[in-house]
């Protein structure tokens, strides 16, 4: 990976959803420094009020959240803007979960801990379809 | 075994309760009838005999009156004159011989002094002085008289038939001697049975017709009966007070006729019955006596044969009782070990699925962390980048270090995956599965401890394998058990297994094979049975086999082994392919 290529791409704007502070502040730098535009949000409503305010290129959402349950929240975000994709990560084991969301209109799912290469690439594809 | 005692004395109790239930009924049953068919059966055979006996009774009077008739007409038709002339006695006395066959055997003509004066017959008995002699005391007090049974001047058994008539105001006595043997006969031939018989006694107990030993030892029992009895006849038996004729020879109009005694006595161990009647207006008694065991002959066929049929019946009864009891108690033990193992199993599989939530609960809570620290490593990987500052040796050193930081946090991540996908092995929903991967799966999580066990784990997959329905986690749990019997087989000697999938006759096999211990035939035969363990008290539950077996037989598959002691045992597990799914 080389910085040159990723400011050819255009600055995304990415929702990233997820409520392990450190984990999402960590990668919310990591795909910083490779030219996205991370907002973080570390619970659902927190989500769903960001969204309301600002228009965002993807949505990357953790479907285990303590306050509400992914698949509501992928809902309302489909509802809220049906263009904007949204890559679902989840656990081990939660993959009925994860096919749900992908019937919901979900773009793809990763399993977590996610390689940060691979979430790079599926952003990508989500945004220049 | 408390267990074997409860279920014996449930046997026990079973036995008693349909034993008791079904023999009160039979038993009631049978003494009722038993004993109303006795009653009526025995009412009925006394009845016949007390017939027989009152017709002989009759007889005898008959034969007694109709004696004394002729003596009567003889008296009435001729003079003293004429009856005193010897001659016409002797004619007379031919010609009743000559009708009657022998019943008369002389005639006389005693006067009132008791001195013979005309005598026809076999005897020398012209002028005998009679009396002294007790019958013709009896005699002259009396219209008409017949004796009891005497010796007599002849010295024989005789017995005397007299008449008392006037001639010209003085008394005389017209008598005639029957024959014994003749009047004997007539009692003689009353025959009923093989030891029915009848015989005469006076008042005084003396037999009036010839008996046998046996009945002669019987006169003390029947002198008792008849010093009991005997007031009743007294009054009027004797006509010596009032002077009316004593003797009615009508039967009919005696008033004796229903004076019938029965009864039952017993000697020496026979038991008998016994009727009586009054004869000759109660100076004599007709006896008829039997063996009860021959009187009632028929009843005891009868009572031997209800026995018979109410102690085969019972038998049988007892029997059925036993064999049923024990089949129930059996069908009952069986059941009560069937939930017994279900019970187990439920536990077992609840143990196992709390220790795989609580494994899951775990992997998942380290996955963060782990995730975290990940991807600080990636940032500090980042920031490095363009580090030109840090001397090039350090630098190396440092990124070798997030390299190493990272290799482990994948490390961990897999494990953390396995632990996550073996917690999920308690959901029995079906889905299609691709056995390798369960069995890749099982191998892998099998490595530590074969390594340890100094087991080689081979594999001899199929690729091209259909994919069958079926839950993985069962699966899982089948597998991991064969396979872990296997390690226990080989111990810590090492040694090889050796999983192979691959298609036969439409069917999965999956054959799990060992270089362990084997087994013998003896134990080969139990090792699907719940509860059977070769393993120390505490270490198996003896239920792994039977439960991957009950899985395996669900799912519509087989398990069979196959073991050489010494070489290895394999085990064949036979799934299911869904119609349509062979290639």
Known sequence: MNATADERMEKLKVLLVDDEKGYAEVLAKRMALRGIAVSVALSGTEAIRMLRGEQFDAAVLDLKLEDMDGIEILKIFKKMDPAMPVIMVTGHGSETAARQGMEFGAFDYLMKPCNLNVLMEKIRQACHR | ?583
């Open chain 2, 1 to 583: 075994m408390e267990n074997a005692q409860y279920y014996r004395s449930l046997s026990r109790n079973l036995v008693s309760i349909v034993i008791v239930v079904s023999f009160t009924p039979l038993l009631l049953i049978a003494a009722l009838i038993g004993y109303s068919f006795e009653t009526s059966y025995k009412g009925k055979s006394i009845a016949y005999l007390k017939e027989t006996v009152k017709r002989n009774q009759q007889n005898i009077d008959v034969f007694l009156s109709e004696k004394l008739d002729y003596l009567k007409v003889l008296s009435r038709s001729y003079t003293f004159e004429e009856l005193t002339d010897e001659k016409f006695l002797a004619r007379k006395l031919a010609i009743l011989q000559d009708a009657y066959g022998g019943v008369f055997v002389d005639l006389g003509v005693v006067n009132s002094q008791g001195i013979q004066v005309a005598y026809a017959g076999m005897f020398k008995l012209e002028r005998a002085d009679y009396s002294k002699a007790e019958w013709f005391k009896t005699a002259m007090k009396r219209t008409h008289f017949i004796s009891d049974v005497f010796l007599g001047l002849r010295r024989s058994p005789h017995f005397i038939v007299s008449i008392k008539h006037n001639w010209r105001g003085e008394d005389y006595i017209l008598r005639a001697t029957v024959d014994f043997v003749q009047f004997n006969s007539l009692v003689e031939n009353v025959r009923i049975g093989e030891t029915g018989h009848a015989f005469i006694m006076n008042r005084a107990g003396e037999f009036q017709t010839k008996v046998g030993p046996e009945t002669e030892a019987n006169r003390e029992f029947y002198m008792a009966l008849l010093q009991k009895n005997g007031l009743k006849w007294e009054d009027g038996g004797l006509d010596a007070v009032s002077g009316v004729p004593s003797f009615t020879y009508s039967y009919w109009d005696s008033p004796y006729k229903e004076i019938i005694l029965t009864g039952e006595g017993r000697r020496g161990g026979d038991d008998f019955v016994y009727i009586m009647t009054p004869l000759k207006s109660g100076e004599w008694v007709l006896v008829f006596q039997q063996d009860k065991s021959d009187a009632f002959r028929d009843l005891r066929r009868a009572r031997f044969l209800a026995l018979a049929i109410l102690l085969l019946g019972g038998a049988s009864i007892a029997v059925t009782a036993i064999l049923v009891s024990r089949k129930m108690v059996s069908r009952i033990e069986m059941s009560d070990r069937e939930k017994e193992m279900m019970n187990e199993q439920v536990i077992e599989t609840g143990k196992l699925a709390s220790v795989g939530e609580l494994a899951a609960g775990i992997a998942h809570e380290i996955n963060n962390p782990v995730a975290i620290m990940v991807e600080e490593a990636g940032w500090i990987e980042d920031l490095l980048r363009d580090e030109t500052q840090m001397e090039a040796s350090k630098l190396e050193e440092v990124k070798r270090a997030l390299t190493q930081i990272n290799t482990q946090g994948e490390r961990c991540k897999e494990i953390t995956h396995k632990l996550l996908s073996f917690a999920r092995r308690t959901d029995p929903r079906v889905v299609e599965v691709n056995i390798n991967e369960v069995l890749e799966e099982i191998l892998s999580i099998s490595e530590q401890r074969s390594k340890f066990s100094n087991v080689k784990l081979e594999k001899n997959l199929d690729p091209d394998l259909p994919h069958i329905m079926a839950s993985p986690s069962e699966l899982q749990q089948v597998f991991l058990n064969l396979i872990n019997n296997s390690l226990d087989a080989i111990g810590t000697g090492g040694g090889t297994i050796t999983v192979t999938s691959r298609l036969a006759d439409d069917r999965l096999v999956v054959d799990v094979a060992d270089t362990g211990t084997g087994m013998p035939k003896a134990i080969l035969a139990r090792i699907f049975e719940p509860f059977f363990t070769t393993k120390p008290v505490g270490k198996g539950t003896g239920l792994g086999l039977a439960i991957c077996y009950g899985i395996i037989k669900k799912m519509g598959g087989d398990i069979t082994v196959n073991s050489a002691v010494g070489v290895g045992t394999t085990m064949h597990v036979y799934l299911p392919v869904p119609k349509g799914a062979v290639p």
